[in-house]
């Protein structure tokens, strides 16, 4: 079965010296083929693409919300995909889900066929 | 960026119903849209893609189609697990980009 399980959410404050690590271990296909995103949620609100990974991790892509703030970044051996978020907003306030691309071409397509549930992330004061 | 506006925000419908979702595109492009279904707590569940493709496992009630920069989803038949959130997401250009979500109310 393919699995998607979030981890490393948590509470944190705003500001320069804010950040937080988000993982994501992958299970039941072959991780290193395809191309990986983080998708967020704001509390009750829709889904806002963050970023993508290509399948060695030699491409990255991100939302103009988040460039120069967050890494996405993965590591085939351990079947793991990142997210290192630095000087937080409250707007970054959010649940993260990581989803898996549709094609195993290496390059995204950015349709997702697999997400995981999510972590949730505050930013507060 | 390609803007999705969706509609309606929320509707209610009384199961067997038939109930369309409309997702606008802000411009023109191809077949490379996707509808997602969320449960509250769940993890998006990915229907349709391609516009009109339906994933593997997904009940033949729910269908995608699309006139112009129209694309919509309708389900057929509604069913007590389909009352949910859906989500449309074009991935034609980049950034991809999601509608505002619909969420589907049991009356």
């Known amino acids: 079965e393919v699995q998607l399980l979030e981890s490393g959410g948590d509470l944190i404050q705003p500001g320069p010296g804010g950040s937080l690590r988000l993982s994501c271990a992958a299970s039941?296909?072959?991780?290193?083929?395809?191309?990986m995103t983080w998708v967020r949620q704001a509390p009750g609100k829709g889904l806002e693409w963050v970023s993508t990974i290509s399948s060695s991790g030699d491409r990255t892509y991100y939302a103009d919300s988040v460039k120069g703030r967050f890494t996405i970044s993965r590591d085939n051996s351990k079947n793991t995909l990142y997210l290192q978020m630095s000087s937080l907003r409250v707007e970054d306030t959010a649940l993260y889900h990581c989803?898996?691309?549709?094609?195993?071409?290496?390059?995204?397509?950015?349709?997702?066929?697999?997400w995981g549930k999510g972590t949730t992330v505050t930013v507060s004061s | 960026d390609i803007q999705m506006t969706q509609s309606p925000s929320s509707l209610s419908a009384s199961v067997g119903d038939r109930v369309t979702i409309t997702c606008r595109a802000s411009?023109?492009?191809?077949?490379?849209l996707a509808w997602y279904q969320q449960k509250p707590g769940g993890a998006p569940k990915s229907l349709i893609y391609g516009t009109s493709t339906l994933e593997s496992g997904v009940p033949s009630r729910f269908s995608g189609s699309a006139s112009g920069t129209d694309f919509s989803l309708t389900i057929n038949n509604l069913q007590p697990e389909d009352f949910a959130t859906y989500y449309c997401?074009?991935?034609?250009?980049?950034?991809?980009?999601f509608g505002g979500g619909t969420k589907v109310e049991i009356k």
């Open positions: 411009q023109a492009f191809g077949n490379w």
């Open positions: 989803a898996k691309d549709w094609l195993g071409s290496g390059a995204p397509i950015y349709y997702m066929d697999v």
């Open positions: 039941g296909f072959t991780f290193s083929t395809y191309a």
């Open positions: 997401q074009q991935y034609n250009s980049f950034p991809p980009t």
